[in-house]
């Protein structure tokens, strides 16, 4: 993952990248405590935030999950991996994973798809711009409460408006809460309803910062709209595809309040059709009180929430090194950085740095 | 321009922040840790859920205790309340002076009893019935909280649709081919192939989950061993003769689980005759069933009588002022206040002297043709005996038994045969 | 290609001729600024339609009576007309809306601007700064998302008490006001979004590294800003597991004064969703207000001086 998310992309590039800061270092007066200390400065509040919110409950659940401990009574023995050998030999578990990643599969894949096509649709030049950037982020702001008080009506057995909706062309009906496949259909489509339009604004976020002549140069050499698309805007906004996967990797393998909200009791099922690794977490430690246990899930999901995200990475760096069109955005990148560099030397001779340092994006002719 | 504008922008971050954190988080509410009683001022906190109805009673108490100031912290739904309740008990702080607690925590309470004041006194000797305050009883005889109100249960059933089924319609005739004074579960089902054979379309009763409650709710030692607290829910005939009677009655159940949407439209398309009905449990049978016509209540249980649900009044040994939250908790808990409190709420109230009240005795439901409510649960409550013993893997236990249910009555996805298995995994899982 | 940026314009043929030149680009019909054909706008359509299909099922809920929903489930498409009545009674509701919004409001505005801020510190140095130890400590950063909120809370609780803040709303600002979210975020877009000539050509001008960061990286990353600024706010404004276990119903956050609503054996599904509407319609000013600014955003970043 670190060689993933640092800047350097290709050797050309990295040897560019490397070069800046040390000429940044001779080239000026500027104290070299400022450009050593700096960076750790910048991202320091995250950490000391993170150690003081983040890191003490990390810590605390690792000691828990090292321990016989109820929720309300506290700790108890300490049992080594105990904890861990029991929910690993528990089918409860196994279940619960095999539905995380049924879920996390139909929502993720599809979601950043649509996502990215949306995107690439709200990037071009709309009219009403404002109407429909906003549009897609709708379902975001509906409190979770309505969310799953409106999909539980839509997807009931019985009465819901979806099964009578399929009875209206002639399609049985569907057991949205009883066959465990479709209960997941229902939970997914619940997470993108929720997260598409969010993805999809962040990845115009992106879009938006790549210069528009870029796309010029390629309509003058005859490139269809979708070739731009896939040779240009693809790998242009690729550290933000990056992020957008990870996170809904992360966020897919977490699912918890869409499952959660499912039907009343809440739990996953009669069945455990929908319980989720988080969905047993709380119920081992809320409803069971075994707070050890539901800690010892808790690490194996973040585990196993790792290995995804190692193999995400390793994915995205294969698909993108057998793909030929990012040849191409890394020739534009150069084409892209030549100018800038043109332009930061124009830039030097004005008197005032500050002004025009917002220029590279100003290259969107919008 | 530019420099200024930007400098007056980080002063007025600068600033906000100050006075952010110098004043405007606190709200105003210093938790129970911070009062100070010099003056023999206090300020005792209050937790609730629901609706207590104690607004007005909470006033009152104040006017007439002047050194006593009442926050009152209210939660919307019960499980709100319990994930704050656990992580405070978890956290070994921050829950209030007087806690309301619903009977479903009571057996975490008791395992846990160190966590909280007995409450015995003689100023509620005689106060409730025995079976009320067992519940909240520890082993060793402690009393861990004031009951409030109970969920004394009885049937109610659709007139109009036991008359398209030739059965008889006014409620005491109900009651008689119920059984009477001595229904059982037998008379129960019986009375449902008498409706079910007339064929008319619905079914008898909503949901096999529902009955298997009101019926566990009977048994005296249902899952665990109140002495060894070994779990024997797997061998106890009862609880496997309440599965199998239950689930043999299939063809009488409309196959829905209580809470969910299904289950809720059930009530506007007529979909079944009969429901076990707790006091609290009428407002949705009239909420879900706005234009619809016949519900009525008859004044009988099968197998005598059945409480489900109810709620308590809790002091933790957290709180500072133990003695005064324990006063409150009384005075709340009075009949007088418990009647003042059933006004606004409509809760069954708990106190033997509230029941006999000519207030409640005298109360009719209009939605339910005009029922005598109070007279019929006062009669309802005095027929409850015992209430189930619940240990601390009661609810697990008891979950695991309605997924079985559900499999099988809701899903029809197993037979009770194999759905029974996946309860025993299900116990075997608490290891 | 040979023609000056606008911001060249800018500089050396001052504000108006700079607008010109933009409006001048605006207009001008190079492949990517053609007007996109109808299916663009059809399929948008359909997925916003989708997209606002339960935020209006909310709405019909809110306009009817109880027993209209108990009756039909799925209302019809038409609102009825009990939505004020519903209103009042989410004010008569024995519910201090005054300071729960205001409370809410201070959250969702500190923890905006607070995110905002650190994030784009940190991501400006994970993206383009070079540091010992930066790829482990990004890593380290994306993998602390990767712990499972559900079992925090009984140890945030304790940080809480210890810090005597249970009750107090910097209970729910402080763990929220940086966010690993955040920090990836901006760490990836102002990699693809920031050329490194111009933080050296400020450098080389003599800005310190401060100045460096707030002319050159902040205005770059304003329409990231932007968006994450608003998604904080929203997160923050729904928010209701942790300010309800942490604040009470004392000093509450608007979702959870609004669960009151929910009190009861019986779901009042027209309160409930009157409230549930209530709480939206500031989110739905911030979105004309905010919406305008993310499309403007790259446009001002760049003319604005």
């Given at each position: 993952?670190?060689?993933?998310?640092?800047?350097?992309?290709?050797?050309?590039?990295?040897?560019?990248?490397?070069?800046a800061?040390?000429?940044?270092?001779f080239?000026?007066?500027?104290?070299?405590?400022?450009?050593?200390?700096s960076p750790?400065?910048y991202i320091?509040p995250f950490?000391?935030?993170?150690?003081?919110?983040?890191?003490?409950p990390?810590?605390?659940t690792?000691w828990?999950?090292?321990h016989?401990?109820?929720l309300?009574?506290?700790?108890?023995?300490f049992?080594?991996f105990d904890n861990?050998?029991?929910v690993?030999?528990?089918?409860?578990?196994?279940?619960?994973l095999?539905?995380?990643?049924?879920i996390?599969?139909?929502s993720?894949?599809?979601?950043?798809?649509?996502?990215?096509?949306i995107?690439?649709?709200l990037?071009?030049?709309?009219?009403?711009?404002?109407?429909?950037?906003?549009?897609v982020?709708l379902p975001?702001?509906?409190a979770?409460v309505?969310?799953g008080?409106?999909?539980?009506?839509?997807?009931?057995?019985?009465?819901?408006?979806?099964?009578?909706l399929?009875?209206?062309?002639?399609?049985?009906?569907?057991?949205?809460h009883?066959d465990?496949?479709?209960?997941h259909?229902?939970?997914?489509?619940?997470?993108?309803?929720r997260?598409t339009g969010?993805?999809?604004?962040?990845?115009l976020a992106a879009?938006?910062a790549i210069?528009?002549?870029?796309?010029?140069?390629a309509?003058?050499?005859?490139?269809?709209?979708?070739?731009?698309?896939?040779?240009i805007?693809?790998?242009m906004?690729r550290p933000t595809m990056?992020?957008?996967?990870?996170?809904?990797?992360?966020?897919g393998?977490?699912?918890f309040?869409?499952?959660?909200?499912?039907?009343?009791?809440?739990?996953?099922?009669?069945n455990?059709?929908?319980?989720t690794?988080?969905?047993?977490?709380?119920?081992?430690g809320?409803?069971?009180?075994?707070?050890?246990r539901?800690?010892?899930?808790?690490?194996?999901?973040?585990?196993?929430i790792i290995?995804?995200?190692?193999l995400?990475?390793f994915?995205?760096?294969k698909?993108?090194?057998?793909?030929?069109m990012?040849?191409k955005?890394?020739?534009a990148r150069?084409e892209?950085?030549?100018?800038s560099?043109d332009?930061?030397?124009?830039?030097?001779q004005?008197?005032?740095?500050?002004?025009p340092a917002?220029?590279p994006?100003?290259?969107?002719?919008? | 321009?530019?420099?200024s504008?930007?400098?007056?922008?980080?002063?007025?971050?600068?600033?906000?922040?100050?006075a952010?954190?110098?004043?405007?988080?606190g709200g105003?509410?210093d938790?129970?840790?911070g009062?100070?009683d010099?003056?023999g001022?206090i300020?005792?906190?209050?937790?609730?859920?629901?609706?207590?109805?104690y607004?007005?009673?909470?006033?009152q108490?104040?006017?007439?205790?002047p050194n006593?100031?009442?926050?009152?912290n209210?939660?919307?739904?019960?499980?709100?309340a319990?994930?704050?309740?656990?992580?405070?008990l978890?956290?070994?702080?921050g829950?209030?002076?007087?806690?309301?607690v619903?009977?479903?925590w009571?057996?975490?309470m008791?395992?846990?009893?160190d966590?909280?004041?007995?409450l015995?006194?003689?100023?509620?000797?005689?106060?409730?019935n025995?079976?009320?305050?067992?519940?909240?009883?520890?082993?060793?005889?402690?009393?861990?909280?004031?009951?409030?109100d109970?969920?004394?249960?009885a049937?109610?059933?659709?007139?109009?649709?036991f008359?398209?089924a030739?059965?008889?319609t006014?409620?005491?005739a109900?009651?008689?081919?119920?059984?009477?004074?001595?229904?059982t579960?037998e008379?129960?089902?019986?009375?449902?192939d008498?409706?079910?054979?007339?064929?008319?379309?619905?079914?008898?009763?909503?949901?096999?989950?529902?009955?298997?409650?009101?019926?566990?709710?009977?048994?005296?030692?249902?899952?665990?061993d109140p002495?060894?607290?070994?779990?024997?829910?797997?061998d106890?005939?009862?609880?496997?003769?309440?599965?199998?009677?239950?689930?043999?009655h299939?063809?009488?159940?409309?196959g829905?689980?209580?809470w969910e949407a299904?289950?809720?439209s059930?009530?506007?398309?007529?979909a079944?005759?009969?429901a076990l009905?707790?006091?609290?449990f009428?407002g949705?049978?009239e909420g879900?069933s706005?234009?619809?016509e016949?519900?009525?209540?008859?004044?009988?249980?099968?197998?005598?009588?059945?409480?489900?649900?109810?709620?308590?009044?809790a002091?933790?040994?957290?709180?500072k002022?133990?003695?005064e939250a324990?006063?409150?908790?009384d005075?709340l808990?009075?009949?007088?206040?418990q009647?003042a409190a059933?006004a606004?709420?409509?809760n069954f109230?708990s106190?033997?002297?509230?029941?006999?009240?000519?207030?409640?005795?005298?109360?009719?439901?209009?939605?339910?043709?005009?029922?005598?409510?109070?007279?019929?649960y006062?009669?309802?409550?005095?027929a409850i005996?015992v209430a189930?013993y619940?240990?601390?893997n009661?609810?697990?236990?008891?979950?695991?038994?309605?997924d079985?249910?559900?499999?099988?009555?809701v899903?029809?996805?197993?037979?009770p045969?194999?759905?029974w298995?996946?309860?025993e995994?299900?116990v075997?899982a608490?290891? | 290609m040979?023609?000056?940026?606008v911001p060249?314009i800018?500089?050396?043929?001052?504000?108006?001729a700079?607008?010109?030149?933009?409006?001048?680009?605006?207009k001008s019909?190079?492949?990517?600024?053609?007007r996109p054909?109808?299916v663009t706008y059809?399929?948008?359509?359909?997925f916003?339609?989708?997209?606002?299909?339960?935020?209006y099922?909310?709405?019909?809920?809110?306009?009817?009576t109880?027993?209209?929903?108990?009756?039909?489930?799925?209302?019809?498409l038409?609102?009825?007309?009990?939505?004020?009545?519903?209103?009042?009674?989410?004010?008569d509701a024995?519910?201090?809306?005054?300071?729960?919004?205001?409370?809410?409001?201070?959250?969702a505005v500190?923890?905006?601007?607070?995110?905002?801020?650190?994030?784009?510190l940190?991501g400006?140095?994970?993206s383009?700064l070079r540091?010992r130890?930066?790829?482990?400590?990004?890593?380290?950063?994306?993998?602390?998302?990767?712990?499972?909120?559900?079992?925090?809370?009984v140890?945030?609780?304790?940080v809480?008490?210890q810090?005597?803040?249970?009750?107090?709303?910097?209970?729910v600002?402080?763990?929220?006001?940086?966010?690993?979210?955040?920090?990836f975020?901006?760490?990836q877009?102002l990699?693809?979004?920031?050329p490194?000539?111009l933080i050296e050509?400020a450098?080389?001008?003599?800005?310190?590294?401060f100045?460096?960061?707030?002319?050159v990286?902040?205005?770059a990353?304003?329409?990231?800003?932007a968006?994450l600024a608003?998604?904080?706010?929203?997160?923050?404004?729904?928010?209701?597991f942790w300010?309800?276990?942490?604040?009470g119903?004392?000093?509450?956050?608007?979702?959870?004064?609004?669960k009151?609503?929910q009190?009861?054996?019986?779901?009042?599904?027209?309160l409930?969703?009157?409230g549930?509407?209530?709480?939206?319609?500031?989110l739905?000013l911030?979105?004309?207000?905010a919406g305008?600014?993310?499309?403007?955003?790259?446009?001002?970043?760049?003319?604005?001086?």
């Open positions: 993952m670190a060689t993933q998310t640092a800047p350097p992309r290709g050797a050309a590039p990295r040897s560019d990248d490397d070069r800061p040390r000429k940044i270092g080239k000026q007066t500027l104290g070299r405590w400022d450009v050593k200390v750790y400065l320091s950490f000391l935030l993170f150690a003081v919110v983040g890191l003490f990390l810590l605390y690792g828990v999950s090292l016989e401990w109820s309300i009574g506290g700790q108890g023995d049992v080594g861990f050998t029991f690993l030999g528990q089918t409860f578990f196994w279940k619960a095999r539905n995380t990643l049924s996390f599969l139909l993720t894949v599809p979601q950043v798809i649509v996502a990215l096509v995107a690439a649709m990037d071009a030049n709309l009219r009403a711009k404002t109407f429909w950037r906003m549009g982020l975001y702001v509906v979770p309505a969310v008080l409106v999909f539980s009506q839509m997807f009931a057995d019985g009465s819901g408006m979806i099964n009578s399929l009875g209206q062309i002639g399609i049985d009906p569907i057991g949205w009883k465990a496949f479709a209960s259909i229902a939970i997914a489509s619940m997470v993108n309803f997260w969010y993805n999809a604004l962040i990845l879009m938006q210069p528009r002549d870029m796309y010029e140069a309509t003058l050499d005859g490139a269809t709209r979708i070739r731009q698309f896939f040779s805007t693809v790998p906004v990056i992020f957008v996967i990870l996170t809904s990797t992360i966020g393998l977490q699912i309040d869409e499952p959660r909200m499912y039907d009343a009791t809440g739990l996953g099922g009669s455990g059709q929908w319980k690794v988080t969905l047993y977490l709380y119920e081992l809320w409803n069971k009180q075994q707070l050890g539901a800690a010892a899930v808790a690490w194996l999901l973040f585990l196993i290995l995804f995200a190692l995400n990475n994915l995205t760096r698909i993108a090194s057998a793909d030929d990012s040849r955005a890394k020739a150069r892209t950085r030549r100018r560099r332009l930061a030397r124009r830039v030097k004005t008197s005032d740095a500050a002004v917002a220029a994006i100003e290259v969107d002719p919008r | 321009m530019r420099r504008t930007r400098k007056t922008w980080v002063a007025v971050a600068g600033a906000a922040s100050v952010l954190l110098a004043t405007a988080c105003g509410s938790d129970a840790a009062d100070g010099s003056d001022q300020t005792l906190t209050i937790s609730t859920f629901n609706q207590f109805g607004e007005d009673l909470l006033k108490y104040e006017e007439e205790h006593i100031k009442i926050e009152h209210k939660f919307g739904k019960s499980d709100d319990k994930e704050q309740f656990q992580t405070a978890g956290a070994g702080s829950l209030a002076d007087v806690v309301g619903e009977v479903d009571l057996p975490q008791i395992q846990y009893s966590q909280f004041t007995d015995t006194s003689d100023s509620v000797e005689g106060r409730w025995k079976w009320t305050t067992d519940q909240a009883t520890t082993p060793d005889g402690a009393l861990l909280g004031y009951p409030t109970i969920g004394p249960e049937i109610a059933y659709r007139s109009d649709l008359a398209a030739g059965l008889p006014d409620r005491e109900v009651a008689e081919l119920f059984g009477g004074d001595d229904a579960w008379d129960f089902f019986a009375v449902g008498q409706f079910m054979a007339a064929g008319t379309g619905p079914a008898f009763f909503d949901s096999a989950d529902a009955l298997a409650q009101g019926w566990i709710n009977q048994v005296e030692v249902p899952f665990e002495d060894s607290g070994e779990i024997i829910a797997l106890n005939p009862d609880i496997r003769e309440i599965y199998d009677t239950i689930l043999s299939e063809d009488q159940s409309a829905l689980k209580q299904d289950w809720t059930a009530f506007q398309s007529d079944f005759a009969v009905a707790p006091a609290w009428l949705n049978i879900n706005a234009g619809v016949g519900w009525d209540i008859a004044n009988v249980f099968p197998g005598g009588g059945g409480n489900w649900g109810g709620s308590f009044l002091v933790p040994t957290m709180s002022h133990p003695k324990q006063e409150l908790a005075w808990t009075a009949p007088e206040q009647l059933f606004v709420n409509g109230p106190q033997i002297e509230a029941q006999q009240s000519d207030e409640l005795q005298g109360m009719t439901r209009e939605f339910f043709n005009d029922a005598p409510t109070g007279q019929i006062t009669d309802r409550a005095a005996s189930p619940k240990g601390e009661y609810f697990t236990i008891r979950s695991g038994l309605s079985a249910f559900n499999r099988v009555d899903d029809k996805s197993m037979t045969e194999e759905s298995k996946g309860f995994d299900a075997a608490i290891g | 040979s023609a000056p940026s060249v800018a500089q050396t043929a001052g504000k108006g700079a607008r010109a030149a933009q409006r001048k680009r605006n019909h190079g492949g990517a600024d053609r054909g109808w059809v399929v948008l359509g359909a916003i339609l989708i997209s606002a299909y339960p935020l099922f909310t709405f019909l809920l809110s306009s009817s109880s027993a209209e929903v108990a009756q039909n489930p799925v209302p019809s038409i609102p009825g007309g009990e939505f004020f009545t519903n209103l009042q009674r989410v004010f024995d519910i201090d809306l005054v300071k729960a919004t205001g409370n809410s409001l201070i959250v500190v923890t905006s601007l607070s995110v905002v801020f650190f994030s784009t940190a400006y140095s994970f383009k540091f130890g930066r790829g482990p400590l990004l890593v380290f950063v994306i993998a602390t998302m990767a712990v499972p909120t559900q079992l925090g809370v140890p945030l609780y304790i809480m008490r810090l005597g803040l249970t009750g107090n709303l910097l209970a600002i402080l763990p929220a006001m940086v966010t690993a979210f955040g920090v975020w901006m760490t877009y990699d693809s979004a920031l490194y000539e050509a450098r080389v001008d003599g800005a310190s590294m100045r460096t960061f707030w002319s990286a902040l205005p990353a304003r329409p990231a800003a968006m608003l998604f904080t706010f929203i997160t923050s404004w729904t928010n209701f300010p309800s276990i942490v604040l119903t004392q000093n509450p956050t608007l979702p959870v004064a609004l009151l609503l009190a009861g054996f019986f779901q009042d599904l027209p409930i969703m009157a549930v509407v209530l709480s939206i319609i500031p739905l911030l979105f004309v207000a305008r600014q993310l499309v403007a955003g790259i446009m001002a970043g760049a003319v604005k001086g």
